[in-house]
């Protein structure tokens, strides 16, 4: 099976502008967990979507926000970029399994200047 | 709100050496999971720990849980250069709701 794909790989931005990430799941998953990773606060859980329902929130401002298509692709969108958005933002999939076990894209790392 | 710590959060040892990373929480987890993640990818899966006492075994890596259900262990055998990375727990409070990750033990092995 192919793995998470995310695009673009990384990208340049200016403050005040807004941005779109993109995220396709392994085939079969239904489940997709985006997440911001930065050296100073790790790994944050931004938002997670199944079946083109947002299922769970993590603690960020509504510049944040997804959405999820009907074959499971998923899209991030932050706007009014601020220079503290700057990070790595990775995506997730997940089976209908027990246990949320997360396999991982290589992320799109975002520098906001 | 739970968190979970990770310890310790820089190691750089040489090559053979053994060790131990911890991953303690105040709260009780339904599972756990330990991911490695490379400089420039995501991090990978690489155990789910489920039952309290449990121990599973990765060729030279050892995990295990705690009895109490709210700490784990990674323990590396004879250290190698390919294991170098940054290693992270993740914990699983309740079912349907979000894993919530530690900030990581970023390891440095040398020859």
């Known amino acids: 099976k192919a793995g998470v794909t995310q695009t673009p790989r990384y990208l340049i931005k200016t403050r005040g502008q807004q941005v779109t990430l993109s995220c396709s799941p392994i085939s079969g998953h239904r489940s997709v967990s985006w997440y911001q990773q930065t050296p100073g606060q790790g790994l944050q859980f931004l938002f997670e979507y199944f079946s083109e329902t947002q299922r769970n929130k993590g603690n960020f401002p509504g510049r944040f926000s997804g959405r999820q298509f009907s074959n499971s692709r998923s899209e991030m969108n932050v706007s009014t970029l601020e220079l503290g958005d700057s990070a790595l933002y990775l995506c997730?999939?997940?089976?209908?399994?027990?246990?949320?076990?997360?396999?991982f894209g290589p992320g799109t790392r975002l520098t906001v200047l | 709100t739970q968190l979970l710590e990770q310890s310790p959060q820089f190691l750089s040892i040489q090559e053979g050496e053994n060790l131990t990373v911890y991953c303690n929480s105040s709260?009780?987890?339904?599972?756990l999971q330990w991911y490695r993640q490379e400089p420039g990818e995501g991090p990978v899966l690489l155990v789910t720990?489920?039952?309290?006492?449990e121990v599973k075994k990765l060729k030279r890596l050892t995990f295990q849980f705690g009895d109490a259900r709210k700490d784990s262990s990674l323990h590396i055998t004879a250290a190698q250069t390919g294991d170098t990375g940054l290693y992270l727990c993740?914990?699983?409070?309740?079912?349907?709701?979000?894993?919530?990750f530690g900030k990581g033990t970023t390891l440095s092995v040398s020859s």
């Open positions: 709260s009780v987890f339904s599972s």
């Open positions: 993740a914990g699983d409070y309740q079912a349907g709701t979000a894993l919530i």
């Open positions: 720990v489920v039952t309290g006492g």
């Open positions: 997730a999939s997940s089976s209908f399994g027990p246990y949320n076990e997360q396999f």
